[in-house]
């Protein structure tokens, strides 16, 4: 039953989401800062991309895979630099300035983008994906192109479904901060940030 794999790729969106890294930090930022709608929509370019590297491995598209698992160093130092950025400007970010923002919707498509772009930098997520799809016996909908896309949805709503409830509980706290508290957010998120950043891209060194 195709409602099988649903529940199989709800399970496996939700737990690879769940593991609180750079993005994570990232939502937790952006929901106190900007509120539950901006960490929402950041959690939602994680899930999107999450959705891409689990329809490459559902699908059975072993050619991208491996062109991507070959240059995962190059994708990841990139990666590595973009997380650099992303930890100076929120660090540098002014609460007043983040109050007074006239467009609303940029800045949403922007909190998309960057974390679809972001996780799209570590190709080694489809082997995570691959693996599993085996261990669930998910791997057997690559035969299936409808189980296969099944599978794929499961996995977004799976991971949508950790962020919706990660910027939920975070923005309750968020209301209760002044804007002293939001630029201590802002500087100890933006260091970590860079802290990541720069493990990525010292891993590339190595």
Request: hydrophobic residues 50%; contains cysteine.
């Amino acid at each position: 039953m195709d409602i099988h794999f649903f529940i199989r790729g709800l399970i496996i969106g939700f737990s690879i989401a769940a593991p609180v890294g750079p993005i994570g930090v990232l939502c937790i930022r952006r929901t106190l800062a900007e509120g539950r709608l901006s960490g929402f929509v950041t959690g939602l370019g994680v899930a999107t991309a999450d959705a891409v590297y689990g329809a490459i491995a559902a699908f059975g598209l072993t050619f991208i895979s491996n062109i991507l698992i070959h240059q995962q160093g190059w994708i990841r130092l990139v990666g590595g630099f973009f997380l650099c950025y992303l930890g100076i400007k929120t660090f540098l970010t002014s609460p007043l300035q983040q109050q007074n923002s006239s467009s609303k919707n940029i800045t949403l498509r922007s909190n998309y983008a960057s974390t679809f772009f972001l996780t799209l930098t570590n190709p080694l997520t489809i082997l995570f994906f691959t693996a599993v799809f085996a261990g669930l016996g998910a791997g057997s909908a690559s035969r299936n192109y409808f189980s296969a896309g099944v599978l794929v949805v499961g996995v977004f709503i799976g991971s949508a479904l950790w962020w919706l409830l990660l910027s939920s509980g975070v923005g309750i706290f968020g209301e209760k901060l002044n804007v002293t508290g939001l630029r201590w957010v802002n500087r100890i998120s933006g260091m970590v940030i860079v802290i990541f950043g720069i493990v990525a891209l010292l891993s590339f060194i190595k």
